[in-house]
C-alpha cells in the first residue's frame, strides 16, 4: 500500500499507525472499531477503513490512501466519500473538511458521559476552558455531521478540539505527538470517577447460565453494573443515549436495555427472553448470549463505563426515535460482525485498490453496502 510513498510520508504514517494502535488498546477511548484516525500528505487523506480497529494498526494495513481533492469535490455534489470510495469510513467527510494534518476521533467513555447531557455546553466551558473546543449538537455521522463541523470551522479556524453531542470526541493537530498529548489534556479535563456498583449476584447468574446452553457470563466483570447498580438501570431504562447502542437494539426494540426480575422460573425465563443478545438482570448483574460476536461484547463494555459515570442528577439528551433509526441502519454495516466470524475478531473486508486506481470522478455512487 505504501511502496510509492516517500520515505518522509511512510515515517508520517508509521507514527500515524503506532498512535492509532496506543489509542485503539484503550477501551476507555475505543470500543471494537469504533474511532478512526487520519493524515494528510501531499493532497492525499489516508484514513482508517470502515470496519477495522484501530488497536490493530500496528499489525495490519488499516489506512486507505483517498485523493483529497476528489473527497471534497464528491462533497460539493453532496455525495458522502462514505458512499462513494470502498471501505471508507463513515467519518471520512468530517476529516476531509477538518483543516488539521492529523486527525483522531474517538468515542471516549469520560466524553460521552459529558455529552449526552442536555446541559453539556454549559458544563464544558468550564472544563475545557483555555481550549480551542467548540460543541456540535448531535446530527448524524457522515456527509450531516461534516457539514455542522464545515459551519462552525468556518467562523472559528483555529479550533483543534470538538465535542459531538451524544457521540464522542475529534481533536486535529499539525503533528501526532501534538494530538496526543492534546488528546491526553482533553482526557484529564474530563476525567469522571466511576460510581461503585454493588456486589454481582454470581450464584443466581450461575443458576441461569447453568441451566442454559443459551447463556453465558461476559467476560468483562464491569458490565455486571448495568444490573447490579440502581441508578445505571434507571439511566438505560430512558431510552438509547449514543449511537453505539444500535449496534444491539433499535426503534422497534425500546425495552432491550430494561432490566428484568431474576426469574423464578428458568423455563418461563428461557422462553421470555430468548430473542434478546443480553440480559440485564436486576440486582445480579449481566448475561451474555454465547454468540454475542467480540465487537458486541467490546461495545457493552465502553456501554456500563459511560453508564457508570453518568450522575442520578444529570439531565440527559436521549436519542429520538428517529436518530435512533438512522444510527441502526448505518450500523448496521459497519459495526456488526458478519455470522461467519468465528475467529472473534472484525470481519475481513475487501481491500482497497491502490491510490492510483482510485474510482475516477464519473463512477456513481454505490447503493447502501451490505455488511
Known amino acids: 500500500m505504501t511502496k510509492n510513498v516517500s520515505a518522509t510520508n511512510r515515517v508520517a504514517l508509521t507514527r500515524l499507525r503506532e498512535l492509532s494502535a496506543r489509542i485503539g488498546s484503550d477501551p476507555l477511548l475505543t470500543q471494537a472499531s469504533t474511532g478512526n484516525s487520519s493524515i494528510k500528505l501531499d493532497d492525499v487523506l489516508w484514513i482508517k477503513a470502515s470496519g477495522k480497529w484501530m488497536a490493530d494498526a500496528k499489525r495490519e494495513d488499516i489506512l486507505i490512501p483517498l485523493d483529497l481533492a476528489q473527497v471534497m469535490e464528491r462533497m460539493k455534489q453532496k455525495i458522502d466519500p462514505a458512499d462513494w470510495y470502498r471501505d471508507a469510513s463513515i467519518e471520512t467527510a468530517m476529516h476531509a473538511v477538518l483543516p488539521h494534518r492529523v486527525i483522531v476521533h474517538v468515542h471516549c467513555v469520560n466524553t460521552i458521559a459529558w455529552a449526552v447531557r442536555q446541559d453539556a455546553p454549559a458544563q464544558l466551558e468550564h ?10 449538537s448531535y446530527v448524524s455521522s457522515g456527509l450531516p455531521l461534516a457539514c455542522e463541523i464545515e459551519k462552525v470551522i468556518s467562523a472559528s479556524p483555529d479550533i483543534d478540539v470538538l465535542v459531538l453531542g451524544n457521540h464522542g470526541l475529534v481533536i486535529g493537530g499539525d503533528n501526532c505527538g501534538a494530538v496526543e498529548d492534546l488528546l491526553s489534556q482533553v482526557q484529564q479535563r474530563l476525567a469522571i470517577c466511576p460510581r461503585q456498583a454493588d456486589p454481582t449476584d454470581y450464584a443466581a447468574l450461575a443458576e441461569i447460565a447453568d441451566g442454559s446452553s443459551s447463556w453465558d457470563l461476559p467476560n468483562d466483570d464491569a458490565v455486571h453494573a448495568l444490573g447490579t447498580d440502581a441508578i445505571s438501570r434507571s439511566v438505560l431504562s430512558g431510552g438509547l443515549l449514543y449511537p453505539c447502542q444500535s449496534m444491539f437494539s433499535n426503534s422497534s426494540t425500546p425495552g432491550l ?7 423464578g422460573l428458568r423455563d418461563r425465563w428461557e422462553s421470555r427472553d430468548c430473542t434478546r443478545p443480553f440480559l440485564i438482570v436486576e440486582g445480579c448483574g449481566v448475561m451474555v448470549r ?3 460476536t467480540h465487537a458486541q461484547r467490546a461495545m457493552m463494555s465502553g456501554l456500563a463505563q459511560v453508564i457508570q459515570r453518568i450522575s442520578s442528577a444529570a439531565p440527559l439528551r436521549y436519542l429520538t426515535e428517529e436518530e435512533v433509526a438512522n444510527s441502526s441502519r448505518m450500523i448496521a454495516c459497519r459495526y456488526r460482525e458478519r455470522p461467519d466470524q468465528t475467529n472473534g475478531e472484525a470481519a475481513q473486508r475487501d481491500r482497497p485498490l491502490p491510490l492510483r486506481h482510485q474510482p475516477a470522478s464519473g463512477r456513481r455512487p454505490r447503493q447502501a453496502r451490505s455488511c
Do not use: Y
Open 127 to 136: 472544563q475545557l476552558d483555555g481550549l480551542r473546543w467548540r460543541w456540535i
Open 290 to 292: 454465547r454468540t454475542m
Open 257 to 263: 436495555f430494561h432490566s428484568v426480575p431474576c426469574p
